[in-house]
């Protein structure tokens, strides 16, 4: 069995401790596109995808909010409002 490096595994930690906000944002917004796009009986395969693009957009907010100086707790509101929004607007 090869010797397995653990500082690959620390820097993997790492940077999922350090995108865990984003993370939790995108997966957010995807769970409500997903929901939002089932309970209009979308097929699945189209629901799936509006989600993903969903999750897309939604990673990106807590910078977009930086940007605008806005403070960065309402990314997950925003998330929200990006899942049920979805790609239909």
């Known amino acids: 069995m090869p ?4 500082c690959l595994w620390a820097g993997t930690l790492a940077w999922l401790f ?3 906000e984003q993370a939790v944002a995108a997966t957010i917004a995807a ?8 309970y ?3 097929r ?3 629901t799936l995808l ?3 693009m969903c999750a897309l957009i939604a990673w990106f907010i807590r910078d977009s909010l930086g940007a605008l100086d806005i403070d960065n707790d309402f990314s ?6 990006v899942g049920y929004l979805g790609t239909d607007y």
């Open 50 to 52: 509006d989600a993903m």
């Open 31 to 38: 769970f409500m596109a997903f929901l939002r796009g089932r």
């Open 44 to 46: 699945l395969h189209k």
């Open 3 to 6: 010797d397995r490096d653990p």
């Open 40 to 42: 209009h009986g979308t």
């Open 18 to 20: 350090h995108v865990r």
């Open 76 to 81: 997950y509101l925003g998330s929200i409002i």
